[in-house]
């Protein structure tokens, strides 16, 4: 039994705190009893959807059929051009044993991929602020809506994982820049606020060390003009950016995310299931809706379960946090050969799987031992 979930990753929360996209250090002051669904405080937490899933799944409804497969046909000429392929990918692997050895047996198999695709919508709120340039641009706080699922947003493309962050209108709160208290202007860091530092030449001495002369660079006062604030003492803040005043507003960050179950049935060969998640396989089943119902009837019973606990398992992991919008249900047949042949009177075997007939061949009997160092 073999199974992963993984999710699409997707771009995070930039850490710099610029102005516009970083959170607040904290809440903004007062009023916050008017945004009661906003987060409070420090921090963001996800928001749970509305118990009412935004769609339910629909009547009985009938389920897509399974496709009639067989696996594609492996003829001796094509195991042949797939070893030879394979070998010239291969540096310290020798193409005449490939075009050499005399095939004996083709055992074509197949093997199922069953694979859930869910694809969820989670919501959380975020304090952002920005320099406050437009006075007056700023409407009365109160009016945002109420639940933050409310809030329209376009439809994403679907089965991507996306981020997107958009303003609560109404959520918007005008108040002094924190930082510089509504000055506009902060301390320089680097003098002190003085305007001047200490001169890097004669390094505040006021002589040159050799000549005992005077410092020219400093004519003489040890102390030079500070270049970080042109000798003012105060530099423009930057986080209102000088504009004295900061709106802090509520940003819903969106995350969609393509939530992935994969099963691939047993095969009883000796050969490693992790390789076959890698190549494509022909497709027997697809099932696409809001919610889709568990495989109950598939031929191969190990499927009918895997798809089960699939749902299950995607249902009680993305519905109470997130809103499920999406689901897609696919088997594929995977094709799998054993080649076997004959080399230098000895039997190989090796294998070819995947519609894009990958190879795989252990102690392939000619290669050199050149431990293939890139040069
Ligand atoms: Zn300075
Ligand atoms: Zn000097
Ligand atoms: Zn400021």
Sequence with gaps: ????????????????????????????????????????????????????????????????????????????????????????????????????LAVQRLRQLGTYRYRLETFSESRLSEWAFEPFTKPGAAGPPGDAPLDPWDVEVGPPPLFQGQTRRCRVPGSALVRDCHRCHGHGRSKCGVCHGAGRTRCVTCKGSRRRLKQQKRCQLCSGTGRKRCNTCSGRGSKTCATCRGEKKLQHFKQLVIRWRNNVFEFVSEHHLNFPRELLSKVSGENIFKDENVVVYPIIDFPDPEISLASQRAVAEHSAAFATSSRILRQRQTIELIPITEVHCQYSGKPYLYYIYGLENEVRALDYPERCCCGCTVV
Excluded: I, N
């Excluded at 850490?15 to 904290?26: A, E, I, M, N, Y």
């Excluded at 094509?78 to 030879?84: E, S």
């Design 1 to 100: 039994m073999e199974q992963e979930m993984k999710a699409d990753s997707d771009l995070d929360p930039d850490p710099d705190p610029k102005p516009g996209r970083s959170l607040t250090p904290s809440a903004p002051p007062g009023r916050l009893d008017d945004h009661e669904w906003l987060v409070q405080g420090r921090g963001t937490k996800p928001l749970p959807p509305p118990l009412d899933p935004v769609g339910e799944p629909g009547e009985q409804r009938s389920r897509p059929p399974f496709m009639q497969h067989s696996v594609p046909l492996m003829t001796e000429a094509a195991a042949r051009r797939a070893l030879l392929r394979f070998v010239a990918s291969r540096c310290c692997y020798g193409s005449r044993a490939a075009g050499e």
